[in-house]
């Protein structure tokens, strides 16, 4: 598999974009997260607040009274998280993100700008610039078969040898309500999931998924209103 990492990401509002540059393949990161933590905090102290153990949040982020952390976990500026929002260990997130109403998020890395608003699940993932899962979506991470996740790639299958992964992410992906993305999902930048969809393997960018058995070019300019 020769993993292109412009076909996925700019690396626009990454809170650690260089770690791309250290793996072979994307979901290796995620391994990294606990010593990225540090570095962050580390590197610019006066960015963020320590509001519990092992937890810090940047400058203007919102908080509901309900929202529970569990550290270690590193929140940019600017950011929402809304009631009930569960995030806990290994969690980073750049600037401008939205974790809204009983959204969990755990092991994961959001780019700037990720909206996951409400009843959403985040589990071993990392989320490009402005990626947004609609109301209900879930990216599982764990297989029934409690076998090791392994990824479609094309006609390749790559055995990554971990027990939990969910989805790699492109900037501005969309994915629609009550869609689910199975362990080692990837979809490139700019691709749109339709709602319902159970999705498997890998999306490449610019693409729309509506069914396993259409998948169709995203044309993403719209006709000007009358």
């Given at each position: 598999?020769?993993?292109?990492?412009?076909?996925?990401?700019?690396?626009?509002?990454?809170?650690?974009?260089?770690?791309?540059?250290?793996?072979?393949?994307?979901?290796?990161?995620?391994?990294?997260?606990?010593?990225?933590?540090?570095?962050?905090?580390?590197?610019?102290?006066?960015?963020?607040?320590?509001?519990?153990?092992?937890?810090?949040?940047?400058?203007?982020?919102?908080?509901?009274?309900?929202?529970r952390f569990v550290g270690p976990?590193?929140?940019?500026?600017?950011?929402?998280?809304?009631?009930?929002?569960?995030?806990?260990?290994?969690?980073?997130?750049?600037?401008?993100?939205?974790?809204?109403?009983?959204?969990?998020?755990?092991?994961?890395?959001?780019?700037?700008?990720?909206?996951?608003?409400?009843?959403?699940?985040?589990?071993?993932?990392?989320?490009?610039?402005?990626?947004?899962?609609?109301?209900?979506?879930?990216?599982?991470?764990?297989?029934?078969?409690?076998?090791?996740?392994?990824?479609?790639?094309?006609?390749?299958?790559?055995?990554?040898?971990?027990?939990?992964?969910?989805?790699?992410?492109?900037?501005?992906?969309?994915?629609?309500?009550?869609?689910?993305?199975?362990?080692?999902?990837?979809?490139?930048?700019?691709?749109?999931?339709?709602?319902?969809?159970?999705?498997?393997?890998?999306?490449?960018?610019?693409?729309?998924?509506?069914?396993?058995?259409?998948?169709?070019?995203?044309?993403?300019?719209?006709?000007?209103?009358?």
């Amino acid at each position: 598999m020769q993993w292109n990492r412009e076909d996925f990401f700019s690396l626009e509002g990454c809170p650690c974009p260089t770690i791309f540059d250290r793996v072979q393949y994307p979901w290796e990161v995620l391994a990294k997260i606990p010593s990225l933590l540090l570095e962050l905090v580390q590197q610019s102290p006066d960015d963020y607040d320590q509001i519990a153990p092992g937890v810090w949040v940047g400058k203007g982020t919102t908080i509901a009274d309900t929202a529970r952390f569990v550290g270690p976990a590193v929140i940019g500026k600017d950011c929402k998280i809304g009631p009930n929002a569960y995030i806990r260990e290994n969690v980073i997130t750049g600037d401008g993100v939205m974790i809204g109403h009983t959204t969990e998020v755990k092991q994961a890395i959001l780019f700037a700008k990720v909206q996951v608003p409400h009843f959403n699940y985040v589990g071993d993932s990392i989320l490009g610039y402005g990626s947004h899962l609609g109301a209900g979506a879930i990216i599982s991470n764990f297989k029934s078969t409690k076998e090791t996740v392994r990824i479609r790639w094309e006609e390749q299958v790559i055995e990554t040898n971990l027990r939990k992964l969910g989805a790699i992410l492109g900037d501005g992906v969309e994915v629609g309500c009550n869609a689910v993305l199975n362990p080692g999902t990837l979809i490139g930048s700019g691709s749109l999931v339709y709602p319902l969809s159970s999705v498997r393997g890998y999306l490449p960018k610019g693409m729309i998924y509506k069914s396993k058995d259409e998948i169709v070019p995203y044309l993403a300019e719209k006709a000007p209103l009358a």
